[in-house]
């Protein structure tokens, strides 16, 4: 949750070039933040989106997940092949790492074709959204719930997986220019 605050302020910043901690609220088991309570999405701060697009976008890689393997992701362990990345990784869980962009993270999911994007105790990942920024095909759990997968390309565990290009940048179109990033919000604009 801490980490949901964390990106809403630095996408403030970015904006305003202030920090506006006292308006500020986040709804983390709906994927929801509040500014001066005005509703948003989940954000993201620009500095990120930029960081992603330096990066190689030329697919060698099935599958990647790097991150924590629970029991209720057990799913993707079968995506393990000598052409897939699946590690179990806590980088980015600790105070020293947890605010720090991991480059071999999405290094590896910009060289990928699939991003396995599981939800933990919430119906949204943020990995759904950072495989669209890194031109990936978000695959999710079948019968998964993520509630922001109704406005973009995925693909079900359990279907046909074909890698197409065309629908990873409709994808990401449609991310760039929603309200995931603050600039697109126009009633914002009267907050600053």
């Not at 990647?64 to 993707?76: A, L, Y």
């Not at 999911?109 to 119906?123: D, E, Y």
């Not at 920024?133 to 406005?151: A, F, Q, R, T, Y």
């Not at 359990?158 to 929603?178: A, G, P, R």
Request: aromatic share 16%.
């Amino acid at each position: 949750m801490v980490y949901q605050l964390f990106y809403l302020k630095q996408a403030i910043s970015e904006l305003t070039h202030k920090q506006l901690d006292s308006k500020l609220r986040i709804d983390h088991l709906n994927g929801h933040n509040y500014v001066n309570n005005l509703k948003i999405p989940i954000t993201f701060p620009i500095y990120l989106k930029n960081f992603i697009q330096t990066m190689n976008t030329i697919k060698h890689v099935d599958y990647v997940f790097i991150g924590t393997i629970s029991k209720n992701r057990d799913w993707i362990q079968k995506y393990k092949t000598s052409n897939s990345i699946i590690r179990d990784s806590n980088y980015g869980r600790n105070n020293t790492t947890k605010y720090n962009v991991d480059r071999i993270y999405y290094e590896t999911m910009c060289k990928s074709r699939f991003a396995l994007t599981p939800t933990g105790v919430c119906n949204w990942s943020y990995r759904f959204f950072e495989a669209i920024m890194c031109m990936c095909i978000p695959v999710l759990e079948n019968n998964s719930k993520d509630i922001h997968m109704k406005d973009y390309f995925f693909l079900f565990d359990d279907e046909y997986h074909v890698y197409d290009e065309q629908k990873t940048l409709q994808n990401y179109i449609t991310f760039i220019n929603s309200r995931h990033f603050l600039h697109n919000i126009k009633e914002l604009k009267h907050l600053f």
